[in-house]
């Protein structure tokens, strides 16, 4: 007996795995059974993906749902992890739970880097394991260095084709290959998702459509700052002529709301309708059709531009490529890679044209060199490219993508001269330079 456990925790990510499985990405197996995590920074309170409206329409997909939540409480999914020598306790212990007794078990996880998907993979220690993508990370390099016995056991990446021409850089340190899941097979499976609709409140027809992430619970914006950009993302909905606007919060967004937002929509003479139902952006695409779709780096602005052919705008990437710390920060691919392709909300005549900024083939470029710059000990391959595009490439437009310490820190193309490297490290100069602050303070105090 074999039986193939596929991890979740969006329903984005449970569309992809049913797309596979409906385009025959997987080889046939016994038992199929969907394991659900919910990664929510409190689970309790936000729905996990078989509560959403729209899982029923992939339910019948799976000989059964499993909760990973449940199996290991109290632990939390995105902090647990099983410590080696409870490992084979672990597996006994979710055999006997799952009822899988002596069979097979092979694997399909997301973000294999990070728990849960690693602590899945540890605890099924002889799975074969394939990883699927269901954003714009699978782009990027992977974040943190995979155990060999685990990264050896990963046969190919899934990833949907939300830049056509652009080949994921995630897992290539294992020589992992890269499968597309069909576009087709995928829309198909939306549409199935859009018999939800009836769900959901009654929408304004062709309106602008505002996405909101989950910044401030990244840690990446307050939320004050946050609120301000879906403020930004509505004065420039309203600039360019949009009278009717839908606000989308993220699903796994923090219950917290206020009236600001309202009270713009009111002095901008903008009828604003808030969605609080968890579902797909890309069941809105079906059930409202809207005429822009507007978000600071989310996937969704992909699938809108990609596959539905929706006209996209982005707001706040040169906020958040400066923001995000350490350099290494994962999101910085999918911010690199909306920031280089969509227009940006301010400029009316790059969004009224859907200019790209950037040609596809320069981008791979260019992911290569970030790739490198965030994780040159994962993928020295990378320097040479890298150096080429840095010498080549570098200048007012490309800058926003590099930090000048990280250049210096690698000894790459754009680094800080040689004959000042010393100063940061100088703690003369250091001593000097508070000195001087200090007294500026003092004088304008």
Not at 14 to 33: I, K, N, Q, V
Not at 230 to 240: D, F, I, K, S, T
Not at 254 to 279: H, Y
Request: charged fraction near 25%.
């Amino acid at each position: 007996m074999t039986t193939r456990i596929l991890l979740a925790s969006t329903l984005y990510g449970a569309a992809t795995l049913a797309a596979a499985l409906d385009a025959d990405r997987f080889a046939p197996a016994d038992r199929t059974l969907l394991l659900i995590a919910n990664n929510a920074a409190t689970p309790e309170t936000t729905p996990a993906v078989d509560e959403m409206p729209g899982f029923e329409q992939l339910r019948g997909r799976f000989d059964g749902v499993l909760s990973w939540n449940e199996a290991i409480a109290p632990f939390h999914p995105g902090s647990w992890s099983p410590r080696t020598d409870d490992i084979p306790l672990w597996e006994r212990y979710l055999r006997l739970l799952w009822e899988l007794g002596d069979d097979n078990v092979e694997l399909a996880v997301e973000s294999i880097q990070v728990s849960p998907a690693m602590a899945v993979a540890q605890i099924f220690a002889g799975a074969p394991v394939d990883v699927y993508a269901d954003g714009l990370m699978s782009y990027g390099p992977t974040r943190n260095k995979i155990d060999p016995l685990i990264g050896t056991r990963v046969r190919r990446l899934l990833h949907l084709d939300l830049v056509p021409g652009l080949k994921p850089l995630l897992l290539t340190e294992f020589g992992v290959r890269p499968e597309v899941v069909p576009t087709e097979v995928f829309l198909k499976v939306l549409a199935d998702l859009c018999d939800t609709a009836g769900e959901l409140p009654r929408l304004p027809g062709e309106p602008a459509l505002l996405l909101g992430q989950y910044l401030s619970a990244l840690g990446i914006l307050t939320a004050e700052e946050e609120e301000d950009l879906h403020v930004r993302m509505m004065r420039g909905a309203a600039q360019l002529g949009h009278r009717h606007v839908v606000f989308k919060p993220h699903p796994t967004a923090p219950a917290r709301w206020s009236r600001i937002l309202e009270k713009e929509a009111e002095r901008l003479g903008v009828e604003l309708t808030v969605l609080e139902t968890p579902v797909l952006a890309e069941v809105l695409y079906q059930r409202m059709r809207p005429v822009l779709v507007v978000g600071c780096f989310s996937t969704a602005l992909l699938t809108a531009s990609a596959l539905y052919g929706i006209p996209v705008a982005r707001i706040g990437t040169s906020t958040l490529l400066d923001r995000l710390t350490p350099y290494q920060n994962s999101n910085r691919v999918p911010v690199t890679i909306v920031d280089a392709l969509l227009p940006d909300l301010t400029d009316r005549t790059a969004v009224e044209a859907q200019e790209q900024p950037l040609p596809v083939g320069e981008l791979d470029e260019l992911l290569r060199a970030v790739g490198y710059a965030m994780q040159a000990k994962i993928y020295p391959d990378l320097r040479r490219p890298a150096e080429r595009y840095l010498t080549a490439r570098l200048d007012d437009r490309t800058w926003r993508y590099f930090k000048r310490r990280r250049l210096t820190s690698l000894g790459l193309p754009g680094a800080i001269p040689s004959q000042f490297a010393f100063i940061p490290r100088n703690a003369t100069v250091r001593r000097v330079a508070k000195r001087a602050r200090s007294l500026k303070r003092a004088a304008l105090g």
